[in-house]
């Protein structure tokens, strides 16, 4: 008999804006429902919308894909509702994708804690919430939010999701205690039949470069910017992604304002995951200085995509050099970051197309393992 996992996920497909914790989901659902029935709670709304997805059926359990999802307005997620949505399903484990959210991950666990629901297995995953870069941002409020958790034991006796050790180091700095938590890998699709494909040239002297994220501080894309400043040659910077932080994208403006003539920096606004790909096959390399990743999905899709990355050593993602598919390099070195840009505007196309390919090769190797999904699965033993 199939197991039972609600998942309170807070953002779903057709959502764009949520970021990778929404494939994170989607790839669970795609490589375990067949094990597992998968039943969602999310937003009847994309990230920041004021307005519901059209032509969604609301406050009910639709069939999305493999998995049933219940699409609800966020706003009207009072208690009541939410310990009602969790008693429609006869769920085995309840899987938590956030610690911070209140309505997705507070609140389930406080009508766990005061037996409004029933109390079955809990998983939470994080998904790098505890990274030094992210628990730096709004400090002093995740600082009293953890303490107050801890003075109610509201995260005794469940499970954690950690998706690399550094993670597994991250939370046990927060909440010492390394018994009750679990690695698993975050899952990708299977590109086990995919062919390389990329056919854009490398001229030297000049390079396209691109971000795709959510634009927020986490993410880093000021720094990216602020690195390209000293470097040398014909330099196309191209900026994908939501705004999530308004005041920090108008400093990101500023300092674009400020940049030498020979480097083009233009946003090109939100982006359908079904293109990302293609956007990594019409760039040269990825830069992501980002303050923390508990994975990094658009890391792995710029792999598979033929596009060499140069990200922080916030992630997963390392000694990347030693196989020749990018550069992880510590946030406080920005020198080694600019080195490693000028050396890539100078890289002929030759140099380029066999990073460009061992990228791909990489990409290709480190998705959908059979033991991160057998490790995966375990989770919800």
């Known amino acids: 008999m199939k197991k039972k996992v609600l998942v309170m996920a807070g953002y779903y497909l057709p959502s764009i804006k949520g970021g990778g914790p929404i494939q994170s989901i989607k790839n669970l659902v795609e490589n375990l429902s067949d094990r597992i029935d998968f039943y969602i709670v999310a937003a009847d709304r994309d990230f920041g919308d004021t307005k519901p997805f059209l032509g969604i059926k609301t406050d009910n359990w639709v069939q999305v894909g493999k998995a049933k999802v219940y699409y609800t307005n966020p706003s009207n997620l009072t208690w009541r509702k939410t310990a009602a ?40 995953a994080p998904r790098g919430q505890f990274s030094i870069g992210a628990l730096g941002l709004k400090k002093t409020k995740k600082k009293l939010y953890i303490k107050l958790t801890k003075l109610l034991g509201l995260y005794n006796n469940i499970k954690w999701q950690a998706t690399a050790e550094s993670e597994k180091e991250d939370i046990i700095k927060v909440f010492d205690n390394s018994e009750n938590i679990f690695v698993a890998n975050n899952l990708t699709v299977s590109y086990e039949k995919l062919t390389y494909e990329k056919i854009l040239s490398k001229t030297k002297g000049e390079i396209k470069i691109v971000f795709i994220s959510r634009i927020h501080p986490k993410k880093n894309l000021k720094m990216a910017i602020q690195l390209l400043e000293d470097i040398q040659g014909k330099i ?146």
């Not at 309505?103 to 629901?117: D, E, G, H």
Request: proline residues 4%; aromatic residues 14%; hydrophobic residues 40%.
């Open 85 to 124: 949505i969790i008693k429609s399903v006869n769920y085995d484990v309840l899987y938590l994708n956030s610690f911070f959210s209140y309505k997705y991950s507070a609140l389930p666990m406080m009508l766990s804690k005061f037996k409004i629901i029933q109390r079955k297995p809990i998983v939470i």
């Open 236 to 381: 196309e910077f191209n900026v994908f992604g939501p705004i999530e932080d308004k005041g920090y994208w108008d400093e990101c403006k500023q300092v674009i304002k400020k940049l030498p003539k020979n480097i083009t920096v233009s946003y090109k606004g939100v982006v359908d995951h079904d293109n990302v790909m293609t956007i990594f096959k019409e760039h040269h390399v990825f830069l992501f200085p980002t303050l923390g990743e508990n994975f990094g999905h658009v890391i792995s899709e710029a792999l598979i995509g033929g596009c060499p990355v140069i990200i922080s050593d916030q992630s997963p993602w390392r000694q990347l050099e030693k196989r020749q598919v990018g550069w992880d390099i510590s946030l406080e070195n920005e020198k080694a970051f600019i080195d490693v840009l000028q050396y890539c505007v100078n890289c002929d196309n030759k140099d380029y197309q066999i990073m460009s390919k061992n990228a791909f090769e990489f990409g290709k190797e480190m998705s959908n393992r059979k033991e991160d999904i057998e490790k995966t699965y375990k989770l919800f033993d």
